[in-house]
């Protein structure tokens, strides 16, 4: 049976890290069914479908495997990004052939060219004039305003802005994006709401923020972004 098996959304929603146990994954299941029980919540029936055959998905993988989806297997390093083949550790202090220049030779070199690259940069600035001279405090204010800017969720944000704070989200509907057990309103292509899960928390300074009761109309409603 073909069933959706990307255990990375399993972990997003669950709040947890690939490496963790199996125990913590059982708890962390029990706590988030509880939150997105259609008895509790609205509108997360499909969501708690799918973390259920993720769940069960990854158990069986526990049952096979003797771990969790994305764990180490057994005897690995705990670090196996920082891990190191034995060859690779061999040749890198192996003795040096001494069948090329020596390290006196390559800085010599390395400093001439880089006498070469300077001249020619400086000749280059001076045909091209005042006009090519370039203000890097003004070429980089206004990338540092829109991040300063993009830390916090705000009311009346577009969807590019909450994608580029939160990422992707989870499902996405024209007036609702979910973001595991949080989720972001949108009214006139803009933020009116949102609700931050301990769960999975969202970039904002209030858990919850309920849009309007009868939320003014578009002159032209659209999805969002």
């Known amino acids: 049976m073909a069933i959706d098996t990307d255990f990375a959304i399993l972990y997003h929603i669950l709040g947890l890290a690939p490496g963790c146990g199996v125990d913590e994954l059982r708890r962390a299941y029990r706590r988030t069914v509880r939150t997105l029980h259609p008895d509790r919540t609205h509108g997360h029936l499909d969501e708690l479908e799918r973390l259920n055959a993720l769940y069960v998905a990854a158990l069986d993988f526990h049952r096979r495997h003797q771990r969790l989806p994305g764990a180490l297997p057994a005897g690995l390093p705990r670090h196996a990004d920082r891990y190191t083949p034995a060859h690779t550790v061999t040749a890198a202090f192996s003795p040096p052939i001494n069948d090329g220049p ?94 931050s899960s301990p769960l999975r928390p969202l970039h904002v300074r209030r858990d919850r923020l309920d849009p309007p009761t009868t939320p003014p109309r578009c002159d032209a409603p659209s999805t969002p972004d």
């Open 102 to 195: 020596t390290g006196t030779h390559l800085s010599l070199i390395a400093l001439l060219l880089g006498a070469l690259f300077a001249a020619l940069t400086w000749g280059l600035a001076i045909e091209q004039g005042p006009a090519a001279t370039t203000t890097p405090s003004a070429a980089t204010a206004a990338p540092a305003t829109l991040a300063a800017a993009s830390l916090q969720l705000a009311p009346g944000m577009n969807g590019d802005l909450v994608r580029r704070i939160e990422g992707l989200p989870i499902r996405a509907k024209a007036d609702h994006w979910d973001y595991g057990p949080s989720w972001v309103a949108f009214h006139c292509d803009a933020v009116s709401g949102w609700y």
